[in-house]
């Protein structure tokens, strides 16, 4: 059993292989006042709940975009399962070319979705990572990583709104039914999802009229993936939300041998 680690800033997401093939996935808080030894129980009843245990981990992987849990989760990881995790950066083996002025500055997140994407769907490619921030990257038909774009998320952009604006509500993030609002909540809707879905689209619509490339696949994922993209249909060919989990994968398999 090999286990997958995704630390975003708001969750964690978790997959466990068997047989080659990633049989369970979950989702959990990412927790800042958390212990190894409360991380390792989390993880305990999770793996209890479809009957496996730490016993049974032959390696791990993670990737990371929240430096001050890292070692918390790596102490976890190597007292409970006895195994080292492998920490993916830009110095491990990715299986594509990282372009960045400064390779080490590229995210974790970014290379995972990088990597799963070109290995799967095949290059010229944009991911699309609907999570706390709102990252882009794209990938050419020869696996080179040219760089890419972040935005603010559009769970941020929300509560901006709300802070800046003491009269405003807390809104419940859904497609609203017109873009003329006719209450306040719709109104603020309207204009976080449509406003946001024409700052996805303007990036996207620019990173392929800049590269050149035709025949671009654009691939979503992320917790708000569907939200987003569900009035946008002609600009993704994919919605993968488990984009991170597959590059990770691909990345244990790339990088298992050198750790043993």
């Not at 190894?36 to 999770?46: H, P, Q, R, S, T």
């Not at 609203?176 to 204009?191: C, D, F, L, W, Y």
Request: with cysteine.
């Amino acid at each position: 059993m090999v286990l997958l680690l995704d630390v975003g800033n708001t969750n964690i997401k978790i997959g466990v292989v068997i047989e080659d093939k990633i049989v369970r996935t979950w989702r959990i808080a990412t927790d800042h006042n958390k212990t190894a030894d409360e991380y390792g129980m989390v993880f305990l009843e999770l793996l209890s709940s479809v009957g496996y245990h730490f016993d049974q981990v032959e390696g791990i992987i993670i990737s990371s975009v929240a430096p001050a849990l890292n070692y918390t989760i790596e102490h976890m990881c190597s007292y409970y399962t006895k195994r080292k995790p492998i920490m993916v950066n830009s110095s491990i083996n990715t299986g594509i070319k990282i372009k960045y002025l400064v390779p080490e500055e590229l995210g974790a997140d970014r290379i995972v979705n990088a990597v799963a994407a070109y290995t799967i769907y095949g290059g010229p490619c944009i991911t699309v990572d609907f999570g706390s921030a709102t990252t882009f990257g794209m990938i050419d038909d020869k696996g080179n990583f040219l760089g890419g774009a972040i935005a603010p998320g559009i769970k941020s952009s929300a509560e901006s709104l709300t802070k800046t604006a003491a009269k405003l509500p807390r809104i419940e993030l859904l497609r609203p039914r017109s873009i003329i609002g006719k209450t306040t909540v719709e109104n603020m809707q309207a204009g976080v999802i449509y406003g946001f879905s024409g700052l996805v689209e303007g990036i996207i619509r620019e990173m392929i009229t800049e590269s050149g490339f035709r025949d671009v696949k654009v691939i979503a994922t992320g917790g708000m993936s569907q939200l987003l993209t569900s009035g946008s249909a002609k600009y993704f060919n994919v919605i993968d939300r488990s984009l991170s989990l597959k590059g990770l994968k691909v990345l244990y398999d790339l990088n298992k041998g050198e750790r043993s």
